[in-house]
């Protein structure tokens, strides 16, 4: 149960690491929980067991600073779209080839058959 309970504790706060220095930050704040939880198990546990590995607070310091980089980035990290105007061009520039392409559609060739309303037996 102890080796199993560190094994998570490892494995969330390295995935809470990795979280806090991608762009998706805020994410890492879920696992650096699981990992903070599995650290507290991990810790009673070997406690009680009478051999605290140092694995167990390497694991618990990893997530602290997942859990800071993260506070870092969402107080101090803004950020901001650039080249808008750009866009905008790009977006009305792709909605005017679009409209072309539907004016150039032949749609006159296109053959619709008949459907007998009766066939169907729609009643009201």
């Known amino acids: 149960m102890k080796k199993t309970v560190t094994i998570l504790a490892i494995i969330t706060s390295s995935i809470a690491i990795i979280f806090s220095v991608l762009p998706i930050s805020n994410l890492s704040i879920f696992p650096a929980a699981f990992a903070l939880i599995f650290c507290g198990i991990a810790y009673f546990l070997s406690k009680k067991a009478g051999k605290l ?3 167990i607070p390497f694991t618990f310091l990893l997530t602290i600073c997942a859990l800071s980089i993260t506070t870092y980035k969402a107080f101090f990290v803004k ?3 650039v ?3 750009v866009l905008d061009e790009k977006e009305a520039q792709f909605e005017e080839e679009a409209i072309e392409e539907l ?3 032949d749609l006159e060739s296109i053959e619709i058959e008949d459907v ?3 066939s169907l037996n729609l009643e009201n």
């Open 79 to 81: 950020n901001e779209v």
């Open 116 to 118: 007998e309303l009766e």
């Open 103 to 105: 004016e150039n559609l």
């Open 83 to 85: 080249n808008t105007p």
């Open 53 to 55: 590995k140092k694995i």
